[in-house]
């Protein structure tokens, strides 16, 4: 069995580097953390490149792949390899899978520059629970990030992610129908049929770029009959995604 010890090993700095978005680019990599997170991806189809797992953690990780495939590493080596304040101690690298083909593009959810990896990685495990394939980022958050896949809970590796501007969606949405989230001034959820839309959630921060609200084809507010003015992204996306999808 290997055993990493060493701070400054090679393979330590290699997955320490997948903590930045341009490593992660460069190695086509990212980090996955926690048993039940890896064990939805490995659920999804999604097969790991590497596999370090903390000798507290090494039977739990053994449930999951063979013993083979697992190298055991130090407490510490964990620490630097994680981007955890408190490590699981089960730590895998998967590849990131190519974009989708276009023509793969159906309903489902456009994160439109979310920039709050926690709000991005519960938005996509709502879009899985919706039974959502598709999922556009346009600017934001990297979906790769460790951050977002910990708040997937590793549901993105039920969802094709497609990373593109725009225009580029909405040159290539074909019949989608785009909805944009809006904190007022749009049409209550039972007036709307969404059944072959791409709802369009903004970031907590400054919502929908203006411009892109007018190349929506509908608009959605959700109605609020207490004394609360906006909801978190999160929330708003998510009860959202309920009313369009939870049927």
């Known amino acids: 069995m290997k055993l990493i010890i ?3 090993n090679p393979e330590v700095k290699a997955v320490a580097s997948l903590h930045m978005a341009k490593y992660r680019k460069d ?3 990212f980090i996955a953390e926690g048993i039940r997170t890896c064990k939805t991806l490995l659920d999804a189809g999604f097969e790991p490149e590497a596999i370090y797992a903390t000798a507290a953690m090494f039977p739990d990780t053994q449930e999951l ?4 495939m697992v190298t055991e590493v130090s407490p510490e080596v964990m620490v630097k390899m994680s981007t ?3 490590p699981s101690g089960c730590l895998m690298i998967f590849p990131i899978p190519a974009q989708p083909a ?3 593009l159906s309903h489902g959810l456009v ?3 979310v920039a709050d990896p926690g709000n991005m990685g519960t938005l996509m495990r709502t879009a899985s629970a919706m039974n959502i394939t598709s999922l556009v980022c346009v600017e934001g958050s990297d979906p790769w990030s460790p951050k977002v896949i910990q708040a997937s809970a590793g549901t993105i590796g039920y969802l094709n992610i497609f990373q593109v501007s725009w225009p580029t969606l909405v040159e290539h949405k074909r019949d989608l129908q785009l909805c944009a989230l809006l904190v007022a001034g749009g049409s209550a959820p039972q007036e709307l049929d969404l059944t072959n839309s ?6 907590e921060a400054h919502g929908i770029p203006f411009a892109w609200v007018a190349q929506c084809d509908q608009k959605l507010t959700l109605t609020m009959p207490g004394r609360t003015e906006s909801l978190n992204a999160a929330v708003a996306g998510s009860l ?5 999808f939870g049927k």
């Open 65 to 68: 792949v063979p013993d083979a």
């Open 84 to 86: 955890a304040t408190n």
């Open 198 to 203: 791409l709802l369009v959630v903004g970031s």
């Open 240 to 244: 959202a995604l309920y009313v369009a």
């Open 102 to 104: 276009p023509e793969k």
């Open 111 to 113: 994160l439109a520059q």
């Open 6 to 8: 060493s701070l400054t």
């Open 27 to 29: 190695m086509n990599q």
